[in-house]
């Protein structure tokens, strides 16, 4: 879908903003909204770049830069630390054989850190694009990452 469809779809005006840059992001191809994107958008809402690339940088739920086809979100929140978040790091490191805010070779995932997720009852707990996974041990987390592997798909 183009800049133009997703605006036309949602809405030109402000108060979608956040929406037209989600739908932007998933429609990339890499899970980042591109520089050419947020010109055109800034053009077809008429409002500025910089006014764009601000909002971008408060969410860290968009990227420009590009990522895998899924985001890992790895709560490192105090009570996910408390409850053992650094050794969730540690195996979802070695399982994907990437570091934190990395992608891993096949383009399958981005490793990325996050603040409390709003899941504390069951910490630690990582977020998968829409999913979370809570109450993680090492196990678990190579059995997730195994299974949406397998999944093979989006
Ligand atoms: S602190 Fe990790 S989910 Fe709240």
Redesign the pocket.
Same mark, same amino acid.
Request: charge should be negative; charged fraction near 25%.
């Given at each position: 879908m183009t800049v133009s469809e997703i605006v036309d779809r949602r809405g030109n005006n402000r108060e979608n903003l956040l929406q037209i840059l989600h739908d932007i992001q998933d429609s990339s191809g890499d899970n980042s909204i591109h520089r050419d994107a947020i010109e055109e958008l800034a053009k077809i809402m008429d409002i500025t770049v910089a006014d764009i690339t601000g909002t971008l940088s408060f969410y860290t739920m968009f990227s420009t830069k590009p990522r895998g086809r899924h985001i890992i979100r790895l @709560?490192?929140? $105090? $009570? @996910?630390?408390i409850?053992g978040?650094e050794n969730i790091l540690d195996a979802l490191q070695k399982k994907l054989g990437v570091k934190l805010g990395e992608t891993t070779p096949d383009k399958k995932f981005t490793l990325e850190p996050?603040?409390?997720?709003?899941? @504390?009852g069951?910490? $630690?707990?990582m977020m998968i694009d829409d999913e979370v996974y809570?109450n993680l041990n090492a196990k678990k987390v190579s059995e997730i990452i195994d299974s949406i592997s397998k999944s093979g798909g989006n």
């Amino acid at each position: 879908m183009t800049v133009s469809e997703i605006v036309d779809r949602r809405g030109n005006n402000r108060e979608n903003l956040l929406q037209i840059l989600h739908d932007i992001q998933d429609s990339s191809g890499d899970n980042s909204i591109h520089r050419d994107a947020i010109e055109e958008l800034a053009k077809i809402m008429d409002i500025t770049v910089a006014d764009i690339t601000g909002t971008l940088s408060f969410y860290t739920m968009f990227s420009t830069k590009p990522r895998g086809r899924h985001i890992i979100r790895l @709560c490192e929140s $105090p $009570p @996910c630390y408390i409850m053992g978040s650094e050794n969730i790091l540690d195996a979802l490191q070695k399982k994907l054989g990437v570091k934190l805010g990395e992608t891993t070779p096949d383009k399958k995932f981005t490793l990325e850190p996050s603040s409390c997720l709003g899941t @504390c009852g069951v910490a $630690p707990a990582m977020m998968i694009d829409d999913e979370v996974y809570g109450n993680l041990n090492a196990k678990k987390v190579s059995e997730i990452i195994d299974s949406i592997s397998k999944s093979g798909g989006n």
